[in-house]
Nanobody, 124 residues
């Protein structure tokens, strides 16, 4: 499965962006799709995830109430709506797909496929 992440860009603090993640070659059915991010000099960290079949979502505490992950069945696409962006949200954002859907939703090792990343820069 190849994942295409898009929608990153430069935005001022307080602004919004919407990231998209779509697979090529198959559908997302039965997968869990997650977003992770990596800031310069820091480790990659979990942001949010959604289980395609149930729609269950989980968020990192740092983004709760500001970010919303959702899916569009017709477009076979997962979105990450990011509102009230802060400079500390600046990072490369990666989407990833998990075939197994266990309890380890916030761990990188759980995810089998990764997209190429899209840069999000929030200016103060």
């Amino acid at each position: 499965v190849q994942l295409q992440a898009s929608g990153g860009g430069l935005v001022q603090a307080g602004g919004s962006l919407r990231l998209s993640c779509a697979p090529s070659g198959r559908t997302f059915s039965s997968y869990r799709i997650g977003w992770f991010r990596q800031a310069p000099g820091k480790e990659r960290e979990f942001v949010a995830t959604i289980t395609w079949t149930s729609g269950s979502t989980y968020y990192a505490d740092s983004v709760k109430g500001r970010f919303t992950i959702s899916r569009d069945n017709a477009k076979n696409t997962v979105y990450l709506q990011m509102n009230s962006l802060k400079p500390e949200d600046t990072a490369v954002y990666y989407c990833a797909a998990d075939r197994h859907v266990t309890t380890w939703y916030d761990q990188m090792f759980e995810y089998d496929y990764w997209g190429q990343g899209t840069q999000v820069t929030v200016s103060s």
